[in-house]
């Protein structure tokens, strides 16, 4: 009996292709794109995006704009305009991981680097500082040493003669070393600011409130629209397509209902930010619906557009959790998207998970306007109502 | 004679290279149960398929409500489905169902508290309105499943195998609530393997065989075409019979009749032949239980149809 019953099951599973084809080749697919997204969590392999303005012009800070332009470890833009305040906007707008600028010559005494970081991307400040820090080891290593001298000639009240003849000999040694990164390692080079407004851990809060709730958007809408399957297998379906109606009605009234769900999880989610780590939701509510809105549209029809494909329940349940796990991994549900490759976090804007997290997280940690919202909020509702048309026209097709 | 409400003219259809039905024309009237047969295979579901404007005819015609259903909405509107699985949802009550389908049917907001109640009415469920469809019996729920079909009052209902899986009774207070319906004035088409209801409840029959209508009538008048004075013999014998008495019985032209212990024949001579057979298996040491002698039914005729020897 048992292994008539294992019978059973191989049989039904090797004559439904299309779930013998997702059982066993999804999940080599899915272990590959999780070892990408998470083996560049390690810090290892992190390319900033560095925000750096150059307040002072001098040979050395222009020497090491340049050199942190260059280095394969960052990925560096200009400041434009080349100021402080471009910097900050920057960051706070989510545009760059951190920003750098150079406030007096590297070589002067006293920090000369502010790093401009955002809290909800923490490991991004001491990053830049050792990046930045490993750039000018390689490119101009004799600036590092001579503020060290400098920093001990201030702090013994002077050099003799012999050896600031030494000083000066090493500082032509190390110098010439430029471009090994061991020449020499620098310290009291940075200054740290937070973006204006920003409150410890707040940030990852409205992060993580955003990654959860388009992540379970999805989850229950893909549930919820099994129920076409379900309803093709019951004879529902028949009965429905047997009269004047079709089906369109059918897959509209679940969309309806599928963005309710969503919109009454992101309210649970919401509130229980606001009320537990103070997020300020009520305060920013005419945004927060719009993308919720938005959200729960790309949910509701995105849910409806696949499970139309489907023949089996096997399949869509096979299919919905392959989209479901890799759409969280790349998209940033899972882990911040800037500890990604830059490749897949390009790759994350196919995700609405990406346009939903960008979006939340802009409203609740950086303030963003409208000029920063329509896009995700125009990208989360275009998918929807893709998935949606998609669903319909299947509907309109389906008769037999 | 009364308006037909469906005619189908020649209709043929082909599943690829598979014809599935080949000429076949059909009229169901208002006020009449027409009862569809056939063997599994004979075409009765691509025949429904067509009637609901699922499938498009490869050649002929199909009107229902004088319009063809493929590709006419209102003519759609005119129909009715309870279809073979229970197409209810499970947690919902039975008002609840009822409701949701009346909205589907597209009964218009202020009639569909009406509808649902006359539905229930008509189909007997209305003690129970409030209770989920999934506690109720199956033949309670055979009866709900009708009631979904009938919301919005259409001129044909079209039932398939609409007694799978109930018992005596539940089957008796269905075929109550399917005359009900047609004295109402809705054309029913039954289609059942169910002969015995297909017999008792039909008003006219049609067989189909391999895509043709092969036979179409009154059940009695087929019966009564097919087998003439013929009654049908049926002995119920209490054990197995021995390889010696099973001769006898062939020799007898008797047949098993799905059970080792049960053969029949059909026979002009009645009451007579039947007490000839009792006297020999007596003779030959078998006793039956019981010899029955009785008029011929659909099922004879289904038999005779499948077998396609006496049809031709």
């Known amino acids: 009996m048992t292994l008539a019953m294992f019978r059973v099951m191989a049989l039904e599973l090797w004559r439904d292709r299309g779930a013998l084809v997702m059982t066993f080749l999804l999940p080599p697919l899915v272990f590959l794109i999780f070892s990408t997204v998470f083996a560049g969590t390690t810090g290892e392999d992190i390319k900033l995006k560095l925000s750096v303005a150059d307040q002072v012009h001098s040979p050395d800070s222009i020497r090491l704009v340049k050199a942190l332009m260059a280095d394969p470890d960052l990925r560096a833009e200009p400041a434009r305009p080349d100021t402080g305040e471009a910097v900050r906007k920057r960051v706070k707008a989510g545009h760059a991981d951190s920003g750098l600028i150079i406030t007096a010559d590297p070589k002067a005494a006293g920090p000369a680097l502010l790093v401009v970081a955002d809290p909800s991307r923490a490991v991004a400040a001491p990053l830049t500082q050792a990046r930045v820090q490993a750039a000018m080891a390689r490119a101009m290593p004799e600036v590092l040493l001579s503020r060290q001298i400098d920093e001990t000639t201030e702090a013994i009240g002077g050099l003799t003669k012999g050896q600031k003849d030494y000083s000066e000999e090493a500082l032509s040694t190390v110098a010439a070393q430029a471009g090994d990164k061991d020449a020499f390692k620098g310290r009291g080079l940075f200054d740290r600011e937070d973006i204006a407004g920003a409150k410890k851990g707040g940030g990852t809060i409205a992060y993580y409130a955003g990654a959860v709730t388009i992540l379970f958007a999805l989850f229950s809408a893909m549930n919820g629209a099994l129920s076409l399957i379900e309803e093709r297998r019951s004879g529902i379906a028949d009965r429905i397509l047997a009269g004047p109606a079709g089906l369109g009605p059918v897959v509209r009234g679940k969309f309806l209902f599928l963005m309710g769900q969503t919109v009454i999880q992101a309210i649970a989610i919401f509130a229980t930010a606001q009320l537990v780590y103070d997020v300020p939701v009520l305060e920013h509510l005419f945004p927060w619906l719009v993308t919720t809105l938005a959200a729960a549209v790309c949910a509701g029809g995105l849910a409806l557009g696949v499970v139309s494909f489907c023949k089996t329940r096997d399949q869509a349940q096979m299919l919905s959790t392959f989209i479901i796990l890799i759409l969280a991994a790349i998209g940033g549900s899972m882990v911040p998207r800037f500890l990604m490759p830059p490749w897949l976090q390009t790759v994350g804007w196919f995700t609405p998970h990406a346009w939903a997290i960008e979006a939340y997280q802009g409203i609740l940690w950086r303030d963003a306007g409208i000029g920063l919202l329509y896009r995700p909020w125009i990208v989360l509702t275009a998918i929807g109502l893709a998935g949606l048309g998609a669903a319909l026209f299947v509907a309109r097709r389906v008769r037999a | ?312």
């Open chain 2, 1 to 312: 004679m009364s308006t037909p409400v469906l005619n189908v003219w020649n209709a043929e259809f082909a599943y690829r290279s598979r014809k599935a039905l080949r000429g076949v024309d059909l009229v169901i009237r208002r006020g009449e149960i027409y009862g569809l047969l056939g063997p599994n295979g004979a075409g009765k579901s691509t025949l429904i398929g067509v009637i609901c404007g699922r499938l498009k005819l490869t050649a002929g015609e199909v009107a229902l409500e004088g319009a063809d259903p493929w590709n006419t909405p209102a003519a759609r509107a005119a129909l009715g489905l309870a279809p073979q699985e229970i197409a209810l949802y499970d947690h919902l009550t039975i008002r609840e169902n009822l409701e949701v389908f009346g909205r589907l049917s597209q009964v218009p907001g202020k009639r569909i508290q009406d509808a649902v109640t006359r539905a229930m009415n008509l189909t007997r469920t209305v003690e129970r309105e409030h209770v989920p469809v999934k506690h109720l019996s199956g033949g309670y729920r055979r009866r709900v499943n009708i009631a979904a079909a009938i919301l919005h009052e259409p001129r044909l209902l079209i039932l398939d195998e609409p007694t799978v899986g109930v018992d005596v009774d539940a089957r008796e207070a269905l075929d109550g609530v399917i005359r009900d319906l047609r004295d109402s004035g809705v054309a029913v088409l039954l289609v059942t393997h169910d002969l015995e209801q297909a017999g008792a409840l039909a008003d006219r029959v049609g067989f189909l065989k391999e895509g043709r209508k092969v036979l179409e009538g009154a059940p009695r008048e087929l019966v009564r075409q097919a087998f003439g004075e013929e009654m049908e013999i049926l002995v119920h014998l209490p054990i197995e019979a021995s390889p010696e008495q099973r001769t006898l019985l062939v020799g007898e032209g008797l047949e098993e009749r799905g059970s080792s212990h049960i053969w029949a024949k059909l026979d002009k001579g009645g009451y007579t032949a039947a007490g000839q057979i009792d006297k020999k298996l007596r003779k030959a040491g078998l006793i039956p239980n019981e010899i029955r002698v009785r008029e011929p039914s659909l099922h004879n005729l289904f038999t005779l149809v499948a077998d396609w020897r006496r049809a031709a």
